[in-house]
């Protein structure tokens, strides 16, 4: 099956410091890559898409000059969490899709889980 | 109109035990419905999914059941095992929204002994 992997998998900054977070789908080119955050026990809420090389798209409500997003190629995402506050703290998770062949699955990465002291 | 609503919003069952989670949504565009099984501090992992041309699909011990008139749709897990406990999401997707998922809200599953 399609694989996605997040690096790191879990990360702790101070305040005011930035984070970056990679999403690469490891046997499959993505044409398109999600970025979502989940608080415990609530549902994935989405943050952003992203279309290799072009400007991601944001969610009503989330900061794009906050959240960085930069889908540099087939296989890679980055998110840029900027200048964090401990009310970023949570857990990020990115998934990548092919949208060849009629083919909409999308395959989530194991997340992120950031804490900002 | 976009909203997935999902229930029960917690399940205990016991092992062998044939729990049913229920989603209904509201927008006919929808035309792609999985399934994500999600365990504590794990990305979600694509169960099973279904498009509305079909009533039923399974696959191992899951089954979607799907009725497009009544706009809902449902996963069995059958001969459930304590492994299963986990929260499972539904969602629901159509190309006009560049195949963004709607989430529902999440079943936590326990599975006892």
């Known amino acids: 099956g399609a694989v996605v992997s997040q690096h790191p998998s879990w990360v702790i900054c101070k305040s005011g410091t930035s984070v970056k977070i990679e999403c690469r789908s490891l046997d499959f080119q993505a044409t398109t890559m999600f970025w979502y955050r989940q608080f415990p026990k609530q549902s994935l809420m989405l943050m952003a898409t992203?279309?290799?090389?072009?400007?991601?798209?944001?969610e009503q409500g989330v900061e794009k000059d906050k959240f960085l997003i930069n889908h540099a190629s087939l296989t890679l995402s980055t998110l840029t969490v900027t200048s964090a506050h401990p009310e970023d703290s949570s857990f990020y998770i990115c998934s990548a899709m092919s949208l060849g062949q009629g083919n909409y699955e999308q395959y989530f990465g194991p997340g992120t889980r950031l804490t900002v002291t | 109109q976009q909203q997935v609503k999902q229930s029960p919003q917690s399940l205990i069952v016991q092992k062998g035990g044939i729990p049913i989670i229920n989603c209904a949504y509201e927008n006919t565009a929808f035309d792609y419905f999985p399934w994500y099984q999600q365990f504590p501090g794990k990305g979600p992992a694509l169960l099973i999914a279904i498009r509305p041309d079909v009533s039923e699909k399974k696959e191992g011990r899951f089954t979607i059941s799907f009725n497009k008139s009544a706009k809902q749709f449902s996963l069995y897990i059958m001969d459930s095992q304590p492994g299963d406990s986990a929260t499972y999401f539904c969602a629901a997707s159509w190309r006009g929204s560049a195949r963004q998922l709607t989430f529902g809200s999440g079943t936590q599953l326990t599975v006892l002994p």
């Open positions: 992203s279309n290799e090389g072009s400007k991601a798209t944001y």
